[in-house]
């Protein structure tokens, strides 16, 4: 019965337009991106190492698919999560609001059961989101540009990774981004639970993630002890995948806190949804 409900959830997604604008938008933003670098990326590329030109000497195409992918999957981490409350925030709110989930409760199935299956097709909605975004970043960026090594700025220099060393770093890298991402879906539909309409928990889902944010680059005192559980802190976990050597406890600490957060969402969501007056 489960699995039954969870494919009829996702025909659901399917048959809204909305569901549609993460897949139309990544296509669109990316595209732009990869157009933009091929027609004037060199002179971008230039900008940004001509301050290591004096002292080091660069050979080879640093302007290559594993680049974009990296650039493309730090600007667009922080933008997706709206695109995956468009969707998520609606699975259950939206049903209260037509008065489909008073027909739902009818069914012999438990609430409990209802709720997982729109938990298990956000997960697969957004699993597929990600999934594209990595088709566009990586995929169509080694199309454009080719492979070679990877040249990347962080907080200790420039390091540099070969070529033959990238490819599981990237499998890694979009499966931490899907579990930040599964996060917020969870968040959202935890939203969704309280609310009648499908604007709320979209709204609220945006706002939470806006004011973690905020809170976590604020170098301030008291904020200090609670930014390193905040959600939106661990968002860009997978930027650890990428330093030389790649460290193993922070990433392991970041994957933690972030299932802890899906497991706070679903239960609180499952806690509400089996109180949550559906049946007048």
Not at 50 to 77: D, K, P, R
Not at 246 to 269: D, E, K
Request: glycine share 8%.
């Amino acid at each position: 019965m489960l699995l039954k409900n969870t494919i009829n959830e996702l025909i659901k997604i399917i048959a809204k337009p909305r569901s549609y604008i993460g897949f139309g938008a990544l296509t669109l933003l990316i595209g732009v991106i990869l157009l933009a670098m091929k027609a004037d990326g060199k002179s971008f590329i230039s900008f940004v190492t001509a301050s290591f030109e004096e002292t080091l000497s660069f050979n080879g195409e640093i302007l290559n698919g594993n680049l974009m992918a990296f650039i493309i999957l730090q600007m667009l981490i922080i933008h997706v999560p709206l695109l995956v409350a468009l969707v998520t925030g609606d699975l259950v709110s939206g049903e209260a609001a037509m008065g489909t989930l008073r027909m739902m409760a009818t069914k012999p199935i438990s609430r409990s059961a209802i709720l997982g299956s729109k938990l298990l097709a956000g997960a697969i909605y957004t699993f597929l989101l990600t999934l594209w975004m990595a088709f566009m970043a990586y995929g169509v960026g080694q199309w454009m540009f080719g492979a070679g090594d990877l040249i990347v700025l962080n907080n200790d220099g420039l390091v540099i990774i070969p070529g033959d060393d990238i490819l599981w770093r990237y499998l890694y890298g979009f499966g931490l981004a899907y579990l930040a991402l599964l996060a917020i879906a969870s968040m959202s539909i935890c939203f969704s639970v309280f609310s009648d309409n499908s604007i709320g928990p979209i709204v609220s889902t945006m706002s939470v993630i806006i004011l973690f944010t905020i809170i976590g680059s604020l170098d301030v005192a008291s904020f200090h002890s609670i930014q390193p559980f905040l959600l939106t802190t661990h968002m860009s976990a997978w930027r650890s995948l990428f330093e030389m050597p790649v460290p193993g406890p922070a990433i392991i600490n970041s994957i933690y806190i972030l299932l802890a957060h899906i497991v706070a969402f679903t239960l609180i969501a499952l806690w509400k949804f089996n109180r949550k007056d559906i049946n007048t």
